[in-house]
């Protein structure tokens, strides 16, 4: 069974999108559409991220904080974890219309 994209956008706009909020200049994108969540692997001349894009629904965007946070604590803990990006406004979790996206660095 295919499962839709949660992608708030196309994906020549998803180009456009990570460079004004991350600064990344995409060279190639895999978009992976699943049950809960769509995934996006992003490579950059500078490395290789992954999107992760939520439907917006109650507690998902104190979920994704919460995530952050321990991922914060375990990288504290010398485990080995991705890294959660921050946009050049300092966010780490966008809202876009009806959808949540963190980018993370890729392990």
Not at 4 to 21: A, C, K, M, R, S
Not at 71 to 92: E, I, N, S, Y
């Amino acid at each position: 069974m295919a499962y839709e994209h949660n992608l708030p956008f196309d994906v020549g706009e998803l180009n456009g999108w990570l460079e004004g909020v991350y600064d990344l200049v995409v060279e190639h994108l895999d978009v992976r559409p699943g049950y809960m969540s769509t995934v996006v692997f992003v490579d950059t001349s500078s490395g290789r991220f992954v999107l992760k894009c939520v439907k917006n629904n109650t507690g998902v965007e104190a979920r994704l904080k919460a995530q952050i946070a321990l991922v914060g604590h375990l990288k504290l803990k010398k485990m080995l974890v991705a890294d959660c990006v921050v946009g050049r406004d300092q966010k780490r979790v966008f809202i876009v219309g009806k959808y949540s996206m963190s980018m993370w660095t890729f392990l």
